[in-house]
């Protein structure tokens, strides 16, 4: 097995001052290993990177949604502002459901100025302003439209969840070993970051509704995640890329042409995944650009209130 490697350093006065490790895929068009560093193939967690497929697995079941804006949301990490929570709602209410059937843990909104209106009106924790509750609301949908129990829809028993993890296995041609339980309470399923790279290639390249659910996505990034996010900044800036980041440090993306990435930082940091994720996409030749994008790439390091430092990634670990 292939140890993770060093990724991305955070360099202060010069001198290297940290270092996370960690391990990276890159897929070429036809689904080939263009590039790789660290340990790919070993099981590990995807956490919410996996949100495309589950939606995926939501539309085959028969899931129908009026507006793709929605589905969008069903494989959100979203911060939990007022556009989310509402359309989450509103999902809710036309399956004449309301927050109390969400199964998600109440949460503040991830968005600090939201967070802080929230909490001035004294507003309480929300099952709604979690960051999965996109995802919950199209789950519970699909089992009020197919006729499911809705109690027990997190079950991996469920029928929704068994479809879920028959999606997640035929697209990252992986055999699930290890299933426990997500942050948000939903079954989580153990596939290696090649899967993901592999799953992801599969979401932009198969057409039909997995098409479907990316250009949702890529039409709707804000809602796939939010203000000063980066996947909202890099599905902006960049056409047609689809971007998912996940909780531990691991994220993944795909072109339109089938090239596909996966990330997973060891330590868990969400800091360090998106300069990996600029490293990846430069490496496929993709011209990576803008204010937004470089603030990804390379985080200033402060001291005094001044940058005297960066987060950036390791050059050559791609090599």
């Known amino acids: 097995m292939t140890a993770p490697v060093p990724l991305v350093e955070l360099v202060r006065g010069g001198l290297r001052e940290g270092v996370h490790f960690g391990s990276v895929v890159l897929l070429d068009a036809d689904g080939s290993v263009l590039r790789s560093a660290g340990d790919v193939r070993s099981p590990m967690f995807p956490r919410s990177t996996v949100k495309p497929a589950q939606a995926l697995a939501m539309l085959r079941a028969g899931l129908d949604l009026p507006d793709d804006a929605d589905l969008a949301l069903g494989a959100s990490s979203h911060n939990g502002e007022p556009g989310h929570v509402e359309r989450a709602l509103a999902v809710l209410r036309r399956h004449g459901l309301d927050e109390d059937a969400l199964r998600c843990p ?69 055999s699930i070993e290890l299933t426990t339980v997500d942050g948000c309470g939903a079954p989580l399923f153990a596939i290696s970051l090649l899967g993901l790279a592999r799953t992801f290639r599969g979401v932009v390249t198969a057409g039909g509704d997995a098409g479907r659910v990316a250009d949702a996505m890529r039409a709707h990034p804000w809602l796939v995640a939010g203000t000063d996010r980066d996947d909202t900044a890099l599905m902006t800036a960049i056409p047609g890329l689809l971007s998912k980041i996940g909780a531990e440090g691991v994220l993944a993306l795909a072109l339109p042409d089938g090239r596909a990435a996966a990330v997973k930082i060891s330590d868990g940091a969400a800091r360090a995944r998106g300069p990996v994720a600029v490293a990846a996409l430069r490496a496929f030749g993709v011209q990576v650009a803008g204010d937004e994008l470089d603030r990804i790439a390379e985080q200033p390091v402060l001291g005094g209130g001044e940058q005297v430092g960066v987060l950036r990634f390791v050059a050559g670990a791609l090599d």
């Open 106 to 174: 109440p949460d503040l909104p991830g968005h600090e100025p939201t967070r802080e209106r929230w909490l001035a009106a004294g507003a309480a924790p929300s099952r709604l302003a979690m960051n999965c509750s996109g995802k919950h609301a199209a789950m519970l949908a699909t089992c009020v439209q197919r006729g499911w129990p809705v109690e027990g829809y997190l079950d991996p028993a469920h029928p929704l969840q068994r479809g879920a993890r028959d999606v997640l296995a035929e697209l990252s041609g992986d």
